[in-house]
């Protein structure tokens, strides 16, 4: 193809230019999300050749580079086979339906894992599913297996023996465990068997329903027991090497399956990454190398501002002592020091100054930025303190405010690139794509190496393209657009389920803004794929590793997990936060937490959702650790780092205390509905946390809130 004549082209003719290049491109983007990875990277390069070097194009360089590297992947891998990558003999799978069908010999166990004394298979099963195991009778004498193994929960069947001229046979036994506790349910003799017949193996079924535990013994029923908690879980051996074979078949949950796929494909995406070379057609729009990283820090901005006054020598002295304090981290301190002063001490707008000086160490965002604000009215703000500010307002979450200032700031100084990024991360974190791509894009032109401005602009890619999966499963709903890449079923599953877990939000507590701007939820096969996305788009918190809601990308990111209803409990957290995002913002950090956990442990049944459910691996922490490791008053005023430092106790306590007030009492009810209401009409969680707090007797919440956990327990 002729290269277009780019240099010197008119301003129509460059417009017509840049038009076909955003048709091309379209075309192209089209071809990706179809998957047709061969057609999409002849469609990119033949773009890049044909606008080679252009301007107008190079803010689309990051996306169209990550493109060709997903097609590049994919035209040259092929998603690996199931029955390739487990240790046992996988004769049977179906992704759609779950039938599974998997043997064991005893140099083939690589697949269990080793749990206390015994050995436990990672396969969690939704449907009856049956294992087989066979061996000599001497050799299954004092096996036990266990099957419908839960969290602290489960059946054991111990295999008893009887041989002809023995003083001394066992029984075969059944038993219940629940916690530390065993329990016998049944109990048979074994059939005696002849002491010199020919060796030959014997075979044991066990099958498990939602109803019953049923044992037989080559064909002979022996045991029996009802399935207490309905509970079909997982299977083990105390020791499965023993075992001349193992069989287990039925409907299975198939995340174990996909996440060994999933991370064989994120391996060799790794090792394909490792060599990989862009090819020669983005050339045309390399950059020398970018300047370093700019700092977003408030304190280090803070730390090079002038004073706003001339001193007297007293007055110097005062300063040097506060700023001296301040920079101890005796903020406290500091902030007491500065309230006995009198304008003879120090200047009022020095005192602000200070003030806001001591609240920043102290990473009290909302009180520096009330010091802030209150310092542009005393003296002419500096544009270094009104950076500070707009920064301070979005760490307060007051976007709007925050987007104003640079803007304003961007008018005065339109070249300041450290503006535009700030305010295409704000416009991000608004969901304000269009217009954050917008100035990327803009800025990208002047400053083509800035490395933020680059990333922000892969990023603004990575919300418009998705997870770089070879097939996607996508389903529309009213509210949610949820894509996946395990099957068409359960993504259908999962977008009912989405859509039914935000109706019921929108009945209690009303719609969401925006309800044209549907919440974009992706849900992995693997754990492994789901960490390759979200790096660079999560904070370090626990849930990453299961799932997140990113503020940023306006994304709900899921991993599949082990069974459908600890999938579906990580999507309603998640869902629960995309929520109070779109109707509030920001909210104190346990909060926002408890309220995730107790809907997402909330249950739709004939129709209706019940609230109120227990959620046993929260117990289960209270039960092992103690109650009463923190008071409920450190838990509200706990910032967001030591929250999550302590995550292990300070989530399951969050939940526990959501439900406490929206279950215990009708005042309680109202301190939760009155939270709420605050933080939906101010958005300011410290502010908000504090005036529904104000009040309350703190000791008297804390003993009854305790008192209500004990009796859970």
Do not use: C
């Not at 996909?258 to 090819?279: C, G, N, Q």
């Not at 057609?281 to 408030?298: H, I, M, S, Y």
């Not at 703000?381 to 709007?400: F, G, H, N």
């Not at 259908?492 to 009303?510: D, Q, V, W």
Request: net charge neutral; no cysteine; glycine share 6%.
């Amino acid at each position: 193809m002729v290269l277009l004549a780019l240099v010197g082209a008119s301003a129509p003719a460059r417009a017509q230019d840049a038009a076909a290049f955003e048709e091309g491109a379209a075309a192209a983007e089209a071809l990706v999300r179809r998957g047709d990875w061969d057609a999409s990277r002849e469609a990119w390069l033949e773009l890049l050749r044909a606008h080679a070097g252009a301007d107008y194009a190079r803010p689309r360089i990051p996306e169209i580079r990550e493109s060709l590297r997903r097609a590049a992947f994919w035209t040259t891998h092929k998603r690996p086979r199931a029955k390739e990558l487990v240790s046992g003999r996988l004769s049977a799978y179906d992704r759609s339906s779950g039938k599974v069908r998997i043997s064991y010999e005893p140099d083939g166990l690589q697949d269990f894992e080793k749990v206390a004394n015994f050995w436990l298979h990672p396969l969690r099963f939704r449907k009856t599913y049956t294992v087989e195991v066979t061996g000599p009778p001497k050799l299954l004498e004092g096996q036990t297996i266990f099957v419908a193994m839960g969290l602290d929960n489960g059946y054991a069947i111990q295999l008893g023996d009887n041989e002809e001229g023995r003083y001394i046979y066992t029984k075969h036994v059944l038993s219940r465990i629940k916690g530390r506790r065993t329990k016998t349910v049944d109990t048979k003799d074994p059939k005696e068997r002849k002491k010199d017949a020919k060796p030959r193996d014997s075979t044991v079924e066990v099958t498990v329903s939602k109803k019953s535990i049923r044992v037989k013994y080559d064909g002979r029923s022996i045991l029996s027991a009802s399935n207490e908690d309905g509970e079909l879980g997982r299977f083990g051996f105390a020791d499965a090497k023993k075992l001349t074979g193992i069989e287990v078949r039925g409907s299975a949950e198939i995340a174990w399956i996909e996440d060994l796929v999933d991370a064989s494909v994120e391996a060799e995406r790794k090792a394909f990454d490792r060599r990989y070379e862009d090819p020669p057609e983005l050339a045309a729009w390399a950059v020398a190398e970018p300047r370093k990283r700019r700092t977003t820090d408030v304190r280090e901005i803070a730390s090079k501002l002038p004073l706003p006054d001339k001193f007297t020598p007293d007055q110097l002295k005062n300063v040097e002592t506060v700023m001296a304090l301040i920079k101890s981290g005796k903020t406290g301190r500091a902030l007491a020091t500065l309230d006995v002063f009198d304008a003879d001490a120090l200047p009022e707008a020095s005192q602000v100054f200070l003030q806001m000086m001591a609240h920043i160490g102290a990473s009290a965002h909302a009180a520096a930025l009330e010091r802030a604000e209150a310092l542009a009215g005393l003296s002419d703000p500096s544009p270094e303190l009104r950076r500070i500010t707009a920064l301070l307002r979005i760490r307060e979450e007051r976007y709007a405010d925050a987007i104003r200032d640079l803007e304003s700031m961007l008018d005065q100084d339109p070249g300041d690139v450290d503006l535009e990024v700030e305010l295409a991360t704000v416009l991000m974190l608004e969901g304000r794509f269009d217009d954050a791509r917008a100035r990327i894009d803009g800025a990208l032109v002047r400053s083509p190496g800035d490395p933020d401005l680059v990333s922000l602009r892969a990023q603004v890619a990575k919300a418009g393209q998705g997870p770089a999966w070879k097939k996607t499963f996508d389903e529309v709903g009213e509210r949610t657009e949820v894509r996946s890449d395990i099957s068409a079923r359960m993504t259908r599953i999962l977008a009912r389920h989405s859509e039914e877990t935000l109706a019921y939000l929108h009945e209690t507590f009303g719609p969401m803004p925006h309800p044209e701007q549907r919440i974009k939820v992706y849900v992995f096969s693997g754990e492994s794929g789901y960490t390759a996305y979200i790096d660079g788009v999560a904070d370090d918190s626990p849930e990453n590793t299961a799932g997140l809601y990113s503020a940023r990308l306006k994304q709900i990111l899921v991993a599949n997990q082990p069974d459908r209803a600890q999938l579906t409990s990580v999507l309603r957290h998640e869902l629960v936060h995309a929520y109070m995002d779109r109707l509030m913002g920001g909210s104190p950090t346990w909060f926002g937490e408890g309220t995730a956990e107790y809907f997402a442990a909330a249950r739709r049944e004939d129709r209706s959702w019940k609230e109120g459910a227990p959620v046993a691996s929260h117990l289960l922490v209270f039960r092992r650790l103690g109650r009463k490791k923190l008071t409920v008053e450190q838990l509200v005023t706990m910032d967001h780092e030591s929250f999550m430092l302590n995550s292990t106790y300070t989530y399951p306590m969050s939940w526990a205390f959501v439900d406490f007030l929206r279950n215990s009492t009708p005042r309680n009810a109202a301190i939760f509905d009155a939270l709420w209401s605050s933080l939906k009409e101010q958005g300011d969680p410290e502010t908000a946390s504090r005036a529904v707090f104000e009040g309350v007797d703190m000791m008297k919440l804390d003993r009854a809130f305790w008192a209500s956990v004990k009796e859970k327990l």
